[in-house]
């Protein structure tokens, strides 16, 4: 191959999952105020938006519907805008699995149950609001009841994926099949680590209130798995939904001792109870567990927070109780999430009577 004065695009081999078309569904944006959220401690807002995926032929009468829970620090409307360069969004992947013939027509909506600490959890917290009941209770009947949708499964990553494991065990009347895209489970894994660098920032600022001072005043820089401050506000945030003082609404405790920086085995004990692997040991949950259609689980092998061995920890532990269980890995960091939706849509919706129509020319 010589030498040559210009160079060609290969323009050709664009793939659609990186240069994604536009959107043969389409999206429809409400604002629905809460009654549940009223009150809560933070003032956090009560009437919040609410993104709606229409698929192509605008036909929602018995469609499956998709409830998507985002990760940490993530509101719902972030996966309904246009994708980034050279990185598809997830509305524009699930638009694609059905313009393709990959999945069926469905409908997807995603709650924003952001709060003033970055996450909720997807739990009722005396110390955050009722954002279980929110999603339960408010957001799945109005939309099934708007677009008169069919059966429901919910999924996410990360806090998303953690949202959807624990909300189909706590209700498998409402959600027959969820999917966990790296969601936070086995808490003696995922925690943990991060805990010195927690205790190191929050001691640094001289307490968890002047840290939240500093962090409410100034833009965290690098915001992610590597930030020492970032991970600091994490761990006050599940605090806040792991072991809130009922007696004390909005107030919460750390699960280490501000002094020494040793595990407060009293609080550590209260996030154990919301481990989605230890939750299983309860009967009420072993029996949800089987009674729902499907799980999906997996994790990236280079996962920052060892999610991937947490997932293959919860698979195990739900196959035991007779559950029907996928696990998946793959080369990829916790980041890598967006591809993993190629696999997990198809396979919920199948499990809720739903099977892809199989392939067509885009």
Not at 49 to 57: I, Q
Not at 176 to 183: I, L, Q
Not at 335 to 344: F, K, L, N, T
Request: net charge neutral; glycine share 10%.
């Amino acid at each position: 191959m010589g030498n040559t004065a210009s160079w060609r695009v290969p323009t050709e081999l664009r793939s659609e999952t990186i240069f994604p078309q536009p959107l043969r569904g389409k999206v429809e944006v409400h604002s629905l105020e809460s009654r549940v959220l009223a009150g809560n401690p933070w003032g956090d807002p009560t009437r919040r938006d609410l993104s709606v995926y229409v698929p192509p032929s605008g036909n929602t009468a018995g469609r499956p519907l998709l409830v998507l829970l985002t990760g940490y620090a993530g509101s719902g409307w972030y996966h309904f805008q246009k994708g980034r360069y050279l990185e598809d969004s997830l509305v524009g992947r699930l638009d694609r699995l059905i313009r393709t013939g990959a999945a069926p027509e469905t409908v997807m909506v995603a709650p924003d149950c952001l709060t003033t600490l970055g996450g909720s959890q997807y739990l009722n917290s005396s110390a955050t609001g009722r954002y279980e009941d929110y999603v339960v209770h408010e957001v799945v009947p109005w939309v099934q009841k708007q677009y008169g949708t069919g059966p429901s499964a919910v999924f996410g990553t990360s806090s998303g994926g953690y949202g959807s494991l624990v909300l189909s065990l706590r209700h498998p009347d409402v959600f027959r099949a969820a999917g966990s895209n790296a969601g936070d489970a086995y808490f003696e894994y995922c925690y943990p680590p991060d805990f010195p660098e927690a205790f190191r920032q929050i001691r640094s600022e001289g307490g968890p209130e002047r840290f939240l001072q500093r962090v409410f005043q100034r833009p965290i820089s690098g915001f992610g798995p590597s930030s020492p401050v970032a991970k600091a506000l994490s761990v006050l945030a599940y605090a806040s939904c792991y072991s809130p003082v009922d007696s004390e609404p909005g107030r919460f405790d750390v699960p280490f001792d501000l002094d020494t920086g040793a595990i407060r085995d009293d609080v550590w004990s209260k996030w154990l109870a919301w481990d989605p692997v230890r939750m299983l040991e309860a009967p009420e949950y072993r029996d949800a567990v089987r009674r729902l259609a499907y799980l999906y689980v997996d994790g990236g092998l280079r996962d920052e927070f060892g999610l991937d061995v947490s997932a293959r920890i919860f698979a195990a532990a739900a196959r035991r109780q007779g559950a029907r269980v996928d696990l998946e890995e793959y080369d990829g960091i916790h980041s890598d999430r967006g591809p993993r939706y190629d696999v997990m849509i198809p396979r919920l919706l199948s499990a809720l009577g739903f099977p892809s129509p199989g392939a067509k020319p885009s």
